[in-house]
């Protein structure tokens, strides 16, 4: 007899605690609803959605405005005008915010102060996606080193003079020598209409044909015919759980690291999400005369604006500058600006460590595979001419040592 009343003080206290979540939710979705009728008419559009997406474990609104937050924006006529704004704010904040791992989901972001370019249509078959150049013509907001445009999001107050100093970094003994892997895999591109890709996001799929480590497989093949010994991990850190995936790439290179320690270079190779005011994809692309189109590339770096030790950012961004400066030289609107942002995106492992956004979801897996090319073909004369350098200056000082003896 206990038993059963206990059982049915557990049912009452379930019973009370649904309808307490149904009502809650209901006054969500009709917050702002001046009328009976209106307050009906919301229910009855948001109710089969509603459904769906708390089968798929999401119990918010569609907007991601929590039930508080919408019932707050209801009391005011004002605020529900600009409810799309204000989630749209919201969202923002949540890409910007850490993860549990102390990283941030990663960039997506076009930077300040760019003017886009309607370059002609690519060449090849093309994927049907509208396309930009992205160039920036104004340095307000920026930090100008030479070619090199930094956007800036950081507290830290960056000198143009130790920017140009050589980076550290540089190749060694043994191999590999440099590692390429991708803390989001599945990241994907657009591919003309009627390919067979199965997706298993927005514009992610497993994929390797369309994904970017396709990429990294492209990067690899132009390094190592240079003469840059690489390791490519084709490992989806991001599936089937995106949450987390920098914990778990960080815990992969430092394996490699321990087990290869001629690695002296990490590469992440990611790709972009770029979107109109309408929420449609573009492609970002550059037209190189002889080359063909190459998506438009755009290189992330972190720092210790988060709070979480890394000492070498100041090195590591050096690093992109000086490789963003070699680009640019022979490909003068290949790279976006360069972005410095407070999260580490795992480059505290290396003091040559990069994170290299290829294009965006809306780019053709051609145009993504074409730029990761040409970047590997100025990293890996970056690196090599900075071998030389360094040999020559060692042995200058060898020389001036015996001469001095």
């Known amino acids: 007899m206990k038993q059963k009343k206990t059982l049915a003080n557990i049912l009452r206290r379930l019973e009370a605690v649904l309808l307490a979540a149904g009502t809650l939710w209901a006054a969500s979705v009709t917050a702002g609803s001046d009328t009976a009728a209106a307050a009906f008419s919301a229910l009855a559009e948001a109710l089969p959605q509603g459904a769906l997406r ?37 969202s923002l904040e949540r890409q910007e915010s850490p993860e549990e791992d102390g990283e941030t989901r990663g960039p ?66 043994g191999e590999p020598q440099v590692l390429i892997l991708h803390t989001h895999g599945s990241e994907a591109y657009t591919p003309v209409p009627g390919s067979s890709v199965v997706w298993s996001g927005d514009y992610r799929t497993t994929d390797y044909r369309c994904n970017v480590v396709k990429v990294g497989d492209e990067m690899a093949e132009v390094l190592g015919e240079a003469g840059v010994s690489v390791l490519h991990d084709r490992t989806l850190y991001d599936y089937p759980s995106y949450t987390g995936a920098y914990d778990r790439a960080l815990a992969a290179i430092q394996k490699y690291l321990e087990k290869y320690p001629s690695i002296r270079f990490v590469l992440d190779v990611h790709r972009d999400a770029i979107e109109d005011g309408q929420g449609n994809q573009y492609k970002v692309v550059s037209e190189i005369e002889g080359v063909g189109t190459p998506a438009q590339m755009s290189l992330v770096m972190g720092s210790d604006g988060s709070g979480l030790e890394h000492p070498d950012w100041l090195e590591n961004l050096r690093f992109a500058a000086a490789v963003q400066q070699d680009i640019l030289d022979h490909y003068p609107t290949l790279m976006r600006p360069v972005l410095l942002r407070n999260s580490r ?40 001419e900075k071998g030389t350098e360094d040999a020559e200056s060692a042995d200058g000082g060898a020389e001036e040592k015996a001469a001095a003896s």
Do not use: M
Request: net charge negative.
């Open 54 to 90: 708390w089968e798929l474990g999401d119990l918010g609104p569609g907007d991601g405005l929590s039930p508080a937050a919408a019932l707050t924006i209801g009391e005011s006529p004002l605020l529900l005008a600009a409810r799309k704004d204000v989630a749209a704010l919201q």
């Open 345 to 384: 995106y795992n480059q505290h492992a290396t003091a040559g460590s990069l994170l290299l956004e290829v294009g965006a979801a809306g780019n053709s897996p051609e145009e993504a595979a074409l730029a990761g090319r040409l970047f590997a073909e100025r990293l890996a004369a970056v690196l090599l």
């Open 108 to 173: 997506t972001a076009a930077p300040v102060e760019e003017t886009p370019v309607e370059p002609s249509a690519p060449a090849g078959e093309d994927n049907g996606v509208p396309a930009k150049t992205l160039i920036p013509t104004d340095p307000s907001g920026y930090t100008v080193c030479g070619r090199v445009y930094i956007s800036n999001s950081t507290d830290h107050e960056l000198s143009v003079p130790e920017l140009k100093k050589p980076f550290a970094a540089a190749l060694g003994e």
